[in-house]
């Protein structure tokens, strides 16, 4: 079909050379068309739409303690902290004890908003099994079961029964648990993956996972659960270690419409946040091919971002301030690509995980 055409309108020597490489020309124009038609197919895959647009981004904390359980400081001294530190919204989560922000109401205001929490303190065999309920009505009586797993999902279930949103907290607390019971829970969208008291083993060791390797094992399986960091702080008082339980470690920082629980529990549920423990971000945008991040740059920090996608598999590893992923032809298959932003100083941020249609 394509030599016809050239080689009927042949009518002299030269014109057959011409005709010749207009022949050629039209061949490599194919096969290049075809060449390029062939990576775009193979990159038909597309992130689900995630949009950051028209949203505020609010600093918080989940997780914290005061002298209604084994914190060192009043609920009004722990809030107060956290306001006067930038933060914009803050839970009070003291084990099995609820404590009512309506006390506090003299600190609430449109900057700053405290969202009633409390951390459901139960065990099994020994195995600390703690679940964070935020946006709870009023106190939540721990639960146990007959199973470890059976005992996590019936405190998950007990907050969502008062239409609360629960959380896990660190599991590797006297290595607990990990990655085989949290796979059999339903219905809990946030697991710590950071959380800044000195005994919790974020980073596992030995044989035992760490937290990020415990959140892809869930995230390989197609379980969508979301990572945050948080300080679990108990100690405002005194000297500040690493040896102590202090405020300011981890943190999330959520997309929502505005500063109410509902809409930032609405974001949390629906992953759109990161978790950091000192790194800022300035924006995130999700195209259909492209995760895009823009970092807060501070003092000379240099920045490392990791894109890491099933299975904690390195996809890229990119330096500055606007580090970008776009999926490629490899990645067919992939469920997820999330991102690690570690500063010079050892500091990170968590992207939340970006899915692919499939
Ligand atoms: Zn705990
Ligand atoms: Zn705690």
């Known amino acids: 079909m394509v030599r016809g055409g050239p080689r009927r309108r042949i009518t002299a020597a030269r014109g057959q050379v011409i005709a010749q490489g207009r022949s050629a020309a039209r061949w490599f124009g194919l096969a290049a068309a075809l060449l390029a038609a062939l990576p775009l197919t193979a990159r038909a895959q597309r992130f689900e739409a995630r949009s950051f647009q028209g949203l505020t981004w609010?600093?918080?904390?989940?997780?914290?303690?005061?002298?209604?359980?084994?914190?060192?400081?009043?609920?009004?001294?722990?809030?107060q902290w956290y306001r006067s530190h930038g933060y914009r919204f803050l839970v009070l989560s003291d084990h099995n004890v609820f404590t009512d922000p309506a006390r506090l109401a003299s600190l609430v205001d449109s900057t700053f908003l405290l969202i009633p929490g409390e951390e459901l303190t139960s065990q099994f065999d020994r195995k600390p099994v703690h679940v964070n309920g935020l946006a709870i009505p009023g106190r939540i009586e721990p639960r146990t079961d007959t199973t470890l797993v059976g005992t996590i999902q019936r405190n998950v279930?007990?907050?969502?029964?008062?239409?609360?949103?629960?959380?896990?907290?660190?599991?590797?607390?006297?290595?607990?648990?990990?990655?085989?019971?949290?796979?059999?829970?339903?219905?809990?969208?946030?697991l710590e993956i950071?959380?800044?008291?000195?005994?919790?083993?974020?980073?596992?060791?030995?044989?035992?996972?760490?937290?990020?390797?415990?959140?892809?094992?869930?995230?390989?399986?197609?379980?969508?659960?979301?990572?945050?960091?948080?300080?679990?702080?108990h100690h405002f008082q005194g000297e500040f270690g690493p040896d102590r339980s202090n405020p300011?470690?981890?943190?999330?920082?959520?997309?929502?419409?505005?500063?109410?629980?509902?809409?930032?529990?609405?974001s949390l549920e629906a992953g759109s946040f990161y978790a950091s423990s000192g790194v800022a971000l300035e924006g995130l945008e999700v195209g259909p091919e492209t995760l895009s991040i823009r970092i807060q740059p501070q003092g000379d920090f240099k920045y490392t971002t990791t894109f890491i996608g099933d299975h904690g598999r390195v996809l890229a590893r990119v330096g500055g301030l606007a580090p970008s992923y776009r999926l490629k032809p490899r990645d067919r298959g992939l469920r997820y690509v999330r991102a690690r932003i570690e500063d010079s100083g050892g500091?990170?941020?968590?992207?939340?995980?970006?899915?692919?249609?499939?």
């Open 58 to 79: 609010f600093k918080g904390n989940t997780h914290s303690h005061t002298t209604e359980s084994d914190g060192d400081s009043a609920p009004e001294v722990v809030a």
């Open 157 to 190: 279930d007990a907050v969502r029964e008062v239409q609360g949103v629960p959380h896990i907290n660190h599991p590797n607390f006297r290595w607990a648990f990990g990655a085989r019971e949290l796979l059999q829970v339903r219905t809990d969208p946030l």
């Open 248 to 266: 300011g470690r981890g943190w999330v920082v959520v997309a929502a419409p505005r500063l109410a629980a509902a809409d930032l529990m609405r």
């Open 194 to 233: 950071f959380n800044g008291h000195p005994l919790v083993h974020n980073e596992g060791g030995d044989g035992s996972a760490g937290m990020e390797e415990i959140w892809d094992a869930l995230l390989s399986v197609g379980k969508r659960t979301y990572g945050i960091a948080v300080d679990d702080a």
């Open 347 to 358: 500091a990170r941020a968590w992207v939340q995980p970006v899915f692919l249609e499939r």
